[in-house]
């Protein structure tokens, strides 16, 4: 299970999960059901579909950029109302 989580946090950071909480998603997702193949190596595939059902469920674990604020707008003046 600890490869499991291990890979886990790795996909967590690749989906956009701030570096510092991305051990604190990962507990709180379930990975029982995630296979390991005959080299012992976990499938990433369902790793990756549950860590990004978990970004979408804990969405405060995604980091934001500086220009996603849906406030901004390019190309006009519609600031913050």
Known sequence: MAFIRAAAVFSARDAGVKPQRAQALV???DF???GVNSDGEPD???IAR???AGCEEYPEFRQRHLYDDSRYRFGG???AE
Request: charged share 15%; no cysteine; aromatic share 6%.
């Open 44 to 46: 990433g595939v369902e």
């Open 50 to 52: 549950i860590v990004k």
């Open 77 to 79: 003046s519609n600031y």
């Open 32 to 34: 029982s059901g995630v």
């Open 27 to 29: 507990g709180l997702l």
